[in-house]
């Protein structure tokens, strides 16, 4: 199995901007494709961002396109997430998540359910 291990997380004020990491342990990267979630309190987790296993294609929850970049590098088994415009909307717990690569997917998709493999989260609090 794969480990994930976020970071990054913090207190920023409205309008900020933060990068998440999430450094992978384990087994191949490059078998898998990976995801940004988060979750408010009282909340379910939501789908922020995807990447295909190899870093080509990139996907975004709608309302939040234009302020998130996911990126990763397979090099260094990492995935981080690039924040900007932060907004009070944005605190949560925020999670790497990994998903193995099928030869019928092209991406991890955007349901939790999909996905293998978690890291324990990190806080993002955006304070107005």
């Known amino acids: 199995q794969v480990q994930l291990v976020e970071s990054g997380g913090g207190l920023v004020q409205v309008g900020g901007s933060l990068r998440l990491s999430c450094v992978a342990s384990?087994?191949?990267?490059?078998?898998?494709?990976l995801g940004w979630f988060r979750q408010a309190p009282g909340k379910e987790r939501e789908f922020v961002a995807g990447?295909?296993?190899?870093?080509?294609?990139?996907y975004y929850a709608d309302r939040l396109k234009g302020r998130f970049t996911i990126a990763r590098d397979n090099a260094k088994n990492t995935v981080d997430l690039q924040m900007n415009s932060l907004k009070p909307d944005d605190t949560g717990a925020y999670y790497c998540?990994?998903?193995?690569?099928?030869?019928?997917?092209?991406?991890?998709?955007?349901?939790?359910?999909?996905?293998?493999?978690w890291g324990q989260g990190t806080q993002v609090t955006v304070s107005s």
């Open positions: 998540a990994a998903r193995t690569r099928a030869p019928d997917t092209v991406w991890g998709g955007n349901a939790a359910a999909k996905y293998d493999y």
């Open positions: 384990g087994r191949t990267f490059i078998n898998y494709h």
């Open positions: 990447i295909s296993w190899g870093g080509g294609s990139t």
